[in-house]
């Protein structure tokens, strides 16, 4: 996780302690590659519970768009999920719909990240981004995020890279805006 320093956090979380999982059973293992095709669907997360009553936010990003050389769009919000109840990830709300990885031809590997937050209280946000909709996922900012929701460090991270593959045309046709 020490090369999510400083694209994307100030301090790596901690290691082996967000489980993610995508169907069948592809297993995210920090910073292995996966292909557009494997991560097309939104995965099982799960986290060590030490805090059952607690909320949670789960943010996904990549910070390499449009390629690691030059991230002018770092970063683009793939996923978000806050007001999780302890390990309930499907009870949470959702903010932005899962979309998988799609990197343009060309540009290499991206980093797609997970970051998991404790949240010291309810966090009240009414925006919602369809899976459909590219609008309002460039230029995230995790770090911001958490900074404005008081969610301090995260707790657990963790990430595959993918690069382009013939998917990634499939995928775009799924965008209205």
Known sequence: MNDLVPDVVDEAPPKNKLHVTYPPEI???EGNELTPRQV???PQVNWENDA???LH???MVDPDAPSRADP???EILHWAVINIPGIQLSQGQELAEYIGSG???GTGLHRYIFLLYRQSHKIDDPQHIDKRT???RFNFSARQFASKHGLGKPIAGN???AQYDGFVPVRNKEFTG
């Open 40 to 42: 097309k669907d939104q």
């Open 72 to 74: 002018k769009f770092r």
């Open 57 to 59: 936010t789960l943010l």
């Open 134 to 136: 590219r609008e309002g």
């Open 27 to 29: 297993v995210v293992r």
């Open 52 to 54: 059952p009553t607690a």
């Open 159 to 161: 990430y595959y890279q």
């Open 103 to 105: 990197p343009p031809e």
